[in-house]
Each structure stands twice: as structure tokens, then as C-alpha cells.
């Protein structure tokens, strides 16, 4: 069964420092999303992308973050200038197409910033 | 603003009895509701939606979810609670003003006890 997968399963950096958290959403899914999750909180959203754009995005998503589909398969959340605060547990999402509403999540990745 | 409330932190439950996590939501216009479980160090997977149709959904793994309009109610049900069932069960509505994010629940621990 095709799942989503992301990479790395944890990454630890320095506050300041500006990472890259890689997902490969399903093959033919066409809607792509972030989700973040601090410890002991509730999962929120952070973004949505479709067509290659941000189709919304939560307050959350500042001008520290941006999104990316560098080519077919692969769906990026970036990080510029790391804070402590953004220390949590990252989930990629995808679905079909506008006309399913289940959303697949991928194994997530945790963030610790130091 | 719509909403998802779990108002259960933690259900403890004997293997082999029923089991009900609770769900409640407020939204404006028709609910899409739905529930994910989280196993430990594991992404969010899928259980069980409804949309429109049938009050009572049936998901995976023996899961079950009765939509109740009046009561603005999604509780999740088992007939007979398996130890293995032990996880975080999260519900979601979808925002339908905003395009198909997911709002969530806080989380439920269900702990199923031989």
C-alpha cells in the first residue's frame, strides 16, 4: 500500500541554524500539506499546496517558512533561523485530488532545536 | 470558529470490553469528521470518516463512529478492546472555510489493560 514517507526520521540543530524537512507524498496525490505537533499540544496546521502553490497557510507559517516541490516527488518545509520555540514534531500530509477528504499522513519528523 | 473538543485526556479500558472515545465538535454547515491514531513513534493514520449518509461509520481495525447532529457528537466505539488498541486517537473536522485543513482534538490516550 503506497504510504508518505519523510526524512529525517530526527533532526537536531542549533537555534539560527535553517534546516530541511523532506516528504514524498503519495505518487498520484495532488494536494500536500504540514502539520506540526509540540509536545503535549494539539497537531496544528502550518500549510497547504497544491498546483504548485500555497493554496492557505495558518498564522504559524511566517516568513521563517517556506514550502517547496523541487520536482516530482518530493515536498520540502524549510526553516530558515531555527528557534527553540519551533522544537516539535513535523507531519507531511497529502491527498488526491479536491474531491476526497482523507488526508495521509507520514511518519513525521521530530525537530529539536538546541 | 469551528472546533474539535476530546474532553477525555486518557481512557483506560479491560481488554475484551467496549471502548468509547469521545468527540465532540462545533462547525458551521455540514461536519466532515474524522479519526486518526497515532501509535507510539508513528505518523497519524487513518481510522475513519464520515461525510454524509449513515450516522454509524465503520473504519478500520473493528473501529466504529456514530454521528450524532444534535449532540454535535463523533465518538469512536469498539465492541470488544483488543491491548494492541492502545494509542493516541485524534479527531478532526474539516475547515470548511478555509481549504481542507484539518482542525483537530486534542488527542485521547487509550490504554487497554489485559
Known amino acids: 500500500e503506497p504510504e508518505v514517507t519523510q526524512t529525517p526520521s530526527h533532526q537536531v540543530t542549533q537555534m539560527g541554524q535553517e534546516v530541511i524537512l523532506r516528504c514524498v507524498p503519495i505518487?498520484?496525490?495532488?494536494?500536500f500539506y504540514w502539520y506540526r505537533q509540540i509536545l503535549g499540544q494539539k497537531v496544528e496546521f502550518l500549510v497547504s499546496f497544491y498546483n504548485n502553490e500555497i493554496s492557505e497557510k495558518s498564522e504559524i507559517f511566517d516568513d521563517q517558512f517556506s514550502v517547496e516541490r523541487p520536482d516530482g516527488s518530493n515536498f520540502t518545509l524549510k526553516i530558515r533561523s531555527t528557534k527553540l520555540e519551533d522544537s516539535a514534531m513535523y507531519f507531511c500530509a497529502s491527498k488526491e485530488d479536491p474531491s476526497t477528504d482523507t488526508q495521509y499522513f507520514g511518519p513525521g519528523t521530530r525537530l529539536t532545536v538546541l | 470558529a469551528q472546533s474539535v473538543a476530546q474532553p477525555e485526556d486518557q481512557v483506560n479500558v479491560a481488554e475484551g470490553n467496549p471502548l468509547t472515545v469521545k468527540c465532540t465538535y462545533s462547525v458551521s454547515g455540514n461536519p466532515y469528521l474524522f479519526w486518526y491514531v497515532q501509535y507510539p513513534n508513528r505518523g497519524l493514520q487513518f481510522l475513519l470518516k464520515?461525510?454524509?449518509?449513515d450516522n454509524l461509520v465503520k473504519g478500520s481495525y473493528g473501529f466504529e463512529a456514530e454521528f450524532n447532529k444534535s449532540q454535535t457528537s463523533f465518538h469512536l466505539k469498539k465492541p470488544s478492546a483488543l491491548v494492541s488498541d492502545s494509542a493516541l486517537y485524534f479527531c478532526?473536522?474539516?475547515?470548511?472555510?478555509?481549504?481542507?485543513?484539518?482542525?483537530w482534538g486534542a488527542g485521547t490516550k487509550l490504554i487497554i489493560k489485559p
Open positions: 478532526a473536522v474539516r475547515d470548511i472555510e478555509s481549504n481542507y485543513q484539518l482542525i
Open positions: 464520515y461525510i454524509t449518509g
Open positions: 505518487s498520484n496525490h495532488l494536494y
